[in-house]
């Protein structure tokens, strides 16, 4: 018995004492130049859009297109931001004013419409859905 049990406790135990070689690749693929010192970076869902809080405003860079999308002023105090993945909300945090804001995120697409026929006011805004997950 003592014997089956040292066996065991050899088998499971020595293999957590092997040595493993690994290696990771990596390459730079993109630099981007702040006119400001970073403070916090997160992403949105889909990796598109990446939100740096520099003091004073949160810059807004596409990643496809390799542009600022846009910028969103915000108070100085805070120093940091984190994306909420579900709601596209954007979690400011401060923590020596001790305080939280949070901002819903809306990307916002021009359209053209220069010489199409249209009904109603010329700048009615448009909101288009879409249903991506129906089946």
């Not at 809080?53 to 805070?78: C, K, Q, T, W």
Request: charged share 25%; glycine share 6%; no cysteine.
């Amino acid at each position: 018995m003592k014997l089956k049990i040292l066996v065991l406790v050899v088998a499971f135990v020595l293999p957590v004492f092997q040595t493993v070689d690994a290696s990771v690749d990596w390459f730079t693929e993109r630099q981007i130049e702040l006119d400001a010192p970073p403070l916090d970076v997160t992403t949105s869902e889909d990796g598109s859009l990446m939100f740096v809080l520099v003091p004073g405003e949160i810059v807004v860079y596409d990643l496809p297109e390799g542009s600022v999308a846009g910028r969103i002023a915000v108070s100085r105090v805070f120093d940091g931001i984190e994306h909420s993945q579900r709601q596209n909300r954007l979690v400011l945090k401060s923590s020596s004013s001790r305080a939280l804001r949070i901002i819903r995120v809306d990307r916002v697409w021009q359209i053209t419409t220069d010489g199409l026929p249209f009904r109603g006011p010329r700048d009615a805004a448009v909101t288009i859905v879409v249903f991506d997950d129906y089946q």
